[in-house]
């Protein structure tokens, strides 16, 4: 009996302290839903989404200048992967800079 009390007082003992259980920490339905993947990645399909985007939205990334020469030689590559999935790009080698946005 004295080993069991040991293991009980080994975890109870947590330098941070006792672990408060809050109200965003219950259990949530699909937690313990054996029929539910939840690493599986679903494919979208252009069908699904007959009238394309509402807006249009776009980021732009500066890029270091010793990259400058690697980003010349792959753009081709690049604009025409992401004209696939109706993405377009810019590359302004004055500003250092890529702007990506999505089309209508």
Same mark, same amino acid.
């Given at each position: 009996?004295? !080993?069991?009390?040991?293991?009980?007082? #080994?975890? %109870? %003992?947590?330098?941070?302290? *006792?672990?408060?259980?809050?109200?965003? !920490?219950?259990?949530?339905?699909? $937690?313990? !839903?054996?029929? +539910?993947?939840?690493?599986?990645?679903?494919?979208?399909? *252009?069908?699904?989404? *007959?009238?394309?985007?509402? $807006?249009?939205?776009?980021?732009?990334? +500066?890029?270091?200048?010793?990259? /400058?020469?690697?980003?010349? #030689?792959?753009?081709?590559?690049?604009?025409?992967?992401?004209?696939?999935?109706?993405? %377009?790009?810019? +590359?302004? +080698?004055? /500003?250092?800079?890529?702007?990506?946005? %999505?089309?209508?």
């Amino acid at each position: 009996m004295s !080993d069991i009390k040991e293991t009980k007082q #080994e975890e %109870t %003992t947590d330098p941070r302290g *006792p672990k408060i259980k809050m109200k965003h !920490d219950k259990d949530k339905p699909w $937690d313990n !839903d054996p029929t +539910l993947n939840k690493w599986i990645i679903e494919e979208f399909k *252009p069908e699904y989404n *007959p009238s394309g985007m509402v $807006d249009e939205s776009s980021f732009s990334v +500066l890029f270091p200048q010793y990259r /400058e020469k690697y980003i010349k #030689e792959i753009w081709p590559l690049l604009k025409n992967e992401l004209k696939k999935f109706k993405i %377009t790009a810019e +590359l302004n +080698l004055i /500003e250092g800079s890529l702007l990506v946005k %999505t089309t209508r």
